[in-house]
């Protein structure tokens, strides 16, 4: 079973940075589509940005213009970065294939407050 380890999350002003990292062991990884999901208070888990093996990267409307998802498959590792954090963006993020099919890490919180 894959163990997803996300990192990176943080109290976070609005309209400020943040980059998540993601580690995702396993020899497979390359080739299979990851993603970020995050789970917002009171809300169901949902995926915001997803990336192919060959790098194409579907966004979510919501964070359209404003996330970007890279991976690096030499080093199992997937990133979300995103600029102008608005209060909506508070969750905790997840990474994981897409769709989820391994169980899911802890996530990372990702707090913006001024």
């Known amino acids: 079973q894959v163990q997803l380890v996300e990192s990176g999350g943080g109290l976070v002003q609005p309209g400020g940075s943040l980059r998540l990292s993601c580690a995702a062991p396993g020899s497979m990884f390359r080739i299979y589509v990851m993603a970020w999901y995050r789970q917002a208070p009171g809300k169901q888990r949902e995926s915001v940005a997803r990336?192919?093996?060959?790098?194409?990267?579907p966004y979510a409307d919501s964070v359209m213009g404003r996330f970007t998802i890279s991976r690096d498959n030499a080093k199992n590792l997937v990133y979300l970065q995103w600029n102008s954090l608005k209060s909506e963006d508070k969750a905790v993020y997840y990474c994981?294939?897409?769709?989820?099919?391994?169980?899911w890490g802890q996530g990372t919180q990702v707090t913006v407050a001024s």
């Open positions: 994981n294939r897409f769709p989820a099919v391994s169980a």
């Open positions: 990336i192919t093996s060959c790098g194409d990267t």
